[in-house]
């Protein structure tokens, strides 16, 4: 349980776009004149509060997320609910996997936008006013992304307080590199003469 008194900041667990996608996902919004929140992302947690200090919270996220390997995000589509558009992503196993993992961290809240109703998607426009969506969604059907998929090397650790989103800590994926090493290491030894 959260303490009362004044709202902390709020943190999420990111994973940011390549540069082809950001860059693109940014340009969209200017000829659009929209804008989701803050720079192009992918939250693998929703905005949460904690009673747990930054440096607290770090660690408990590096032991959350030590041995995890990298995983390959799929670009689903456009898609339209009321005053939003993004762009969907595919939830698969792995990404279900680290957002499961992401939300033992605690104590802290959780966004109904957690758990079953987890969605990942890049937010290409917020707060759509009702008369401007049949135009927008129509305007979005004709655009692709430069890219279908991409690997996701890192998770970010941020917080926002005042409108201001920090980056607080990064959390390497190698958990797969870890794992290659180790087959590695196993296939020398049995070439090994006796």
Request: glycine residues 6%; charged residues 20%.
């Amino acid at each position: 349980m959260i303490a009362s008194g004044p709202p902390g900041p709020l943190h999420s667990v990111v994973a940011w776009p390549p540069e082809a996608l950001d860059t693109w996902m940014r340009r969209t919004q200017e000829q659009l004149g929209v804008r989701g929140f803050g720079l192009p992302h992918l939250n693998l947690r929703a905005p949460f509060q904690t009673s747990l200090r930054s440096a607290e919270l770090v660690a408990a996220f590096r032991e959350a997320l030590r041995g995890e390997a990298q995983f390959e995000v799929r670009i689903k589509g456009w898609k339209q609910l009321p005053h939003m558009i993004f762009l969907e992503c595919d939830l698969d196993a792995p990404l279900h996997h680290l957002h499961r993992r992401v939300l033992e961290v605690g104590p802290s809240t959780r966004s109904p936008h957690d758990g079953e109703a987890y969605r990942p998607h890049f937010t290409l426009a917020l707060g759509v006013l009702p008369w401007a969506e049949p135009l927008l969604w129509a305007q979005v059907q004709a655009l692709k992304p430069p890219l279908a998929s991409f690997t996701v090397q890192a998770l970010s650790l941020t917080r926002e307080e005042r409108g201001e989103v920090q980056e607080l800590h990064t959390f390497p994926l190698d958990g797969a590199a870890a794992t290659d090493r180790q087959n590695l290491s196993a296939r020398a030894g049995e070439s090994e003469p006796s």
